[in-house]
T-cell receptor
Framework: NAGVMQNPRHLVRRRGQEARLRCSPMKGHSHVYWYRQLPEEGLKFMVY????????ESGMPKERFSAEFPKEGPSILRIQQVVRGDSAAYFC??????????FGPGTRLLVL | DQQVKQNSPSLSVQEGRISILNCDYT??????FLWYKKYPAEGPTFLIS?????DKNEDGRFTVFLNKSAKHLSLHIVPSQPGDSAVYFC?????????????FGQGTTLQVKP
């Protein structure tokens, strides 16, 4: 049973470009969470999704950030017009219910 | 407002000894607590959890203790091994709410010396 998959593992973007981060949950998991870790900090919750629904987006910046979890395919975290402050590690987690969350390896975004 | 705090940024112990990592929280609504271990350039790995209806949970070398009145939990690792060297995060959630979001502490870097 494969774990949570994230791609790409590393992503470099110039200021103003778009970043798309993908997350495939563990088999049988219908709950997906996105977290961001800035350097020297803990993980910060961004958004919680179930298939085709955003359940809690209280941690998402109001502008430029969006997330989706379509009926088919991976969950996508999209950052438009990236700025240097968006440089961070972005982690996806999944769970079968609202229980223990299992994390993917993360995507390290670097904005030049 | 840091609702979950790990006040020790780092901890160093000798192989074979006990490692005790501490975590404090402020939100009395938290009813589920977890510990994760994280190696550099990897995602957090789940270690152990505890519900607020319990005060202790044990899994092999790992034991988590919860003191609700003090809003404090700790992770004990006995005996410590060099492979345990990593960053340890405690996390908390309100399972009874509509969201399963985890609130993380800042992490404690554990170094186990051979």
């Amino acid at each position: 049973n494969a774990g949570v998959m994230q791609n790409p593992r590393h992503l470099v973007r110039r200021r103003g470009q778009e970043a798309r981060l993908r997350c495939s949950p563990m088999k049988g998991h219908s709950h997906v969470y996105w977290y961001r870790q800035l350097p020297e900090e803990g993980l910060k919750f961004m958004v919680y999704l179930q298939k085709e629904n955003i359940i809690d987006e209280s941690g998402m910046p109001k502008e430029r950030f969006s997330a989706e979890f379509p009926k088919e395919g991976p969950s996508i975290l999209r950052i438009q017009q990236v700025v240097r402050g968006d440089s961070a590690a972005y982690f996806c987690a999944s769970s079968p219910t609202e229980g223990t969350q299992y994390f993917g390896p993360g995507t390290r975004l670097l904005v030049l | 407002d840091q609702q979950v705090k790990q006040n020790s940024p780092s901890l160093s112990v000798q192989e074979g000894r006990i490692s005790i990592l501490n975590c404090d929280y402020t939100n009395s609504m938290f009813d589920y607590f977890l510990w994760y271990k994280k190696y550099p350039a990897e995602g957090p790995t789940f270690l152990i959890s505890i519900s607020s209806i319990k005060d202790k949970n044990e899994d092999g070398r790992f034991t988590v203790f919860l003191n609700k009145s003090a809003k404090h939990l700790s992770l004990h690792i006995v005996p410590s091994q060099p492979g345990d060297s990593a960053v340890y995060f405690c996390a908390a959630s309100v399972r009874s709410s509509n969201t399963g979001k985890l609130i993380f502490g800042q992490g404690t870097t554990l170094q186990v010396k051979p």
